[in-house]
């Protein structure tokens, strides 16, 4: 069980998703990356991966701390990564859905 630095509730890291910091030796924002494999050292932070997770942990700073790093981070790839695997789960919920109505229409029929 991890926990998701967003709305702070504990969860399977299966459903989770692991972030890491990029570090690298100039100076400027901490870009803050998807560790797909969940096993990259150091460090990592957990998150849902939806809009309203993300949002949260931005507001109340949690990659900066999770991760220690004193500098800006940088969101933007995550951001990204995050709003398209919303879109697909949203996808996938619209088809599940479809799949069961169209169950539900040839039970009544
Ligand atoms: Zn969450």
């Known amino acids: 069980m991890r926990t998701c630095v967003g709305c702070r509730r504990r969860d399977d890291r299966s459903v989770l998703w692991r972030v890491v910091a990029h570090r690298s030796e100039v100076s400027g924002p901490v870009l803050i990356r998807l560790d797909r494999q969940q096993r990259q050292p150091g460090r990592g932070a957990w998150l849902h991966p939806t809009m309203d997770c993300l949002n949260q942990a931005i507001r109340r700073r949690a990659f900066a701390r999770g991760l220690r790093v004193a500098a800006e981070v940088d969101l933007g790839e995550l951001t990204a ?21 169209d169950r539900r229409k040839r039970v009544q029929r």
């Open 81 to 101: 990564a995050v709003r398209t695997a919303q879109v697909e789960y949203e996808l996938q919920g619209v088809a599940a859905k479809g799949a069961a109505d």
